[in-house]
């Protein structure tokens, strides 16, 4: 809807609501005319000036009184215009976008903007939230959230959106942040999505509105900040304010043990460890795991229609996983004629699978050594099949071979939408659900498992996810020679798969 076609709207609602009597209401005033009025002073000197003034006194009243009847002709309608159009409450919207609504009384937005980059994109196909204004506000949430998720954000179980509601009417603010972490949490599992709702109620403070303005971010981003600052005074608003909230979040449930290098950076550190520029990569994803007990971003690249993975440690910027052997001081790779390539390795794949390229709609080739080996481990989806192998580098053989239907393929049923425990406050970690060890005890029995103490792990990883609709932990760790990799049930503690291999010095500290 235009601005033009909304301020039509809005006059014919206007007139319907106040019809115009103006000239009934004059008529009536000058029924009124020739009236005597006895105007007395109280020394009964009745001099020109004093009349005068007594008839612009009585002018006076009397527009007075016309403009009255006005509006109570009118049936109220100017109160009326003015209560649709206050702001009673303003709700924003944080992931690294952040969006802001303002709503009336009646819970009707009255505008919507992006206040970043980011958000500018995520509101492109809603004339940049004006195509939200006079609706419900659950209805522009909903939309919000969905533009959110098709535009990348909110992916995965570690996501976050913060949604904060700023009023004067302390219950009314309760009520709606109540309504809206149900309503976004339901959008989000009506997707498939596991993402993690935090919510706050803030209070005006125009101090912060300020440095919220100056730092294009919402005020209830402003409010998160500032719980990170209270922890470590020596951090910069400008610096914290560049965060996602998932990152934001992450610091405080780790005590904030520094400042992170941030999302750019990583992709940056990985990128110059590469050689390349963004020009040379035709896909990236870039996701913070500040909580892990080796923080770090996860960076994932598509180059040449290859996916690869890369670990950036979150403090240094170092990157601790996925560049070339090479760059390490372990052996020097076999010469290139004993090294077939990606793509013969991945040719050597789907010839195995007998599928065509042209099926494939995913792929992953990644190169690795196995008991001072050189292999190729590739992977693979068609619509409904999984498939991951290993392959020789030298001869090309498939040496490790498996298959996965994946869910919805064929005949079998899709899974149900896993549910999601969300977390009520900023403050708080998202509660582990009924039947769920937690990420400590994963890691103990993964551990255990393999035999080994914690004193002798290098660095580790522990990842919360579904798989077929059944909760587990994905755990990953190192010792000075061996790298670990293992499943363990959420719910029982059981150690579905182990794997070990040996890193040939590689990942040493």
């Not at 959420?490 to 794997?499: I, R």
Request: aromatic share 6%; net charge negative; hydrophobic share 40%.
């Amino acid at each position: 809807m235009t601005d033009q076609e909304l301020m039509q709207r809005l006059k014919s609602a206007l007139d319907a609501a106040a019809p115009d009597d103006f000239g009934d209401v004059l008529s009536r005033c000058e029924a009124g005319k020739g009236t005597v009025i006895d105007m007395k002073n109280a020394a009964n000197n009745n001099n020109t000036n004093n009349t005068n003034n007594g008839k612009k006194t009585w002018k006076r009243a009397l527009i007075a009184a016309c403009l009255a009847l006005v509006v109570l002709a009118g049936g109220g309608g100017g109160f009326a215009y003015q209560q649709a159009h206050a702001v009673a409450s303003i709700v924003s919207l944080d992931v690294n976008p952040s969006i802001e609504l303002t709503v009336n009384r009646r819970e009707k937005v009255l505008t919507c903007k992006g206040l970043n980059a980011e958000a500018a994109v995520v509101l492109m196909d809603m004339d940049g939230g004006h195509d939200l204004e006079g609706a419900k506000l659950d209805v522009a949430v909903n939309a919000i959230v969905g533009a959110l998720v098709r535009n990348g954000y909110l992916d995965n179980l570690d996501s976050a959106i913060l949604i904060s509601v700023e009023d004067s009417d302390a219950a009314r603010g309760e009520r709606i942040q109540q309504e809206l972490t149900q309503t976004v949490g339901g959008t989000l599992q009506s997707a498939a999505n596991n993402a993690a709702v935090l919510t706050q109620t803030v209070a005006a403070d125009k101090a912060l509105d300020t440095q919220a303005q100056q730092n294009n971010i919402s005020t209830g981003k402003a409010y998160l900040v500032e719980q990170v600052m209270a922890i470590d005074p020596d951090l910069t608003f400008e610096g914290l304010a560049g965060l996602s909230v998932e990152e934001l979040r992450d610091l405080i449930k780790t005590g904030v043990p520094g400042m992170p290098i941030g999302r750019d950076a990583a992709l940056q550190a990985v990128l110059d460890g590469l050689g390349l520029t963004k020009a040379d990569v035709s896909g990236m994803e870039v996701d913070p795991e500040l909580d892990e007990r080796t923080p770090c971003y996860e960076v994932e690249l598509v180059i040449d229609g290859r996916e690869r993975d890369f670990g950036v440690d979150a403090y240094t910027g170092e990157v601790i996983t996925g560049l070339d052997v090479r760059t390490g001081p372990g052996p020097a790779l076999p010469a290139s004629n004993d090294d077939i390539g990606e793509d013969a390795a991945y040719a050597a794949a789907l010839a195995k699978a007998g599928v065509s390229e042209s099926d494939v709609t995913w792929s992953k080739v990644k190169r690795d050594y196995d008991d001072g080996r050189l292999e190729y481990e590739v992977e693979f989806r068609t619509v409904g099949m999984e498939y991951d192998c290993t392959v020789d580098a030298a001869t090309g053989d498939i040496r490790d071979w498996d298959t996965e239907r994946l869910p919805g393929a064929l005949t079998d049923p899709a899974p149900a939408a896993p549910q999601v425990t969300n977390a009520p406050a900023v403050t708080n970690a998202p509660t582990a659900q009924t039947g769920d060890i937690g990420e400590d005890a994963a890691y103990a029995a993964a551990l255990a498992e393999a035999g080994v103490s914690e004193s002798d792990v290098t660095w580790s990883k522990v990842k919360r996810d579904y798989d077929d609709g059944r909760l587990e932990y994905e755990v990953e760790f190192r010792t000075a020679g061996t790298e670990y990799e293992c499943t363990v049930d959420a719910a029982t503690g059981d150690v579905w798969e182990l794997e070990s291999e040996p890193v040939e010095g590689w990942f040493d500290d």
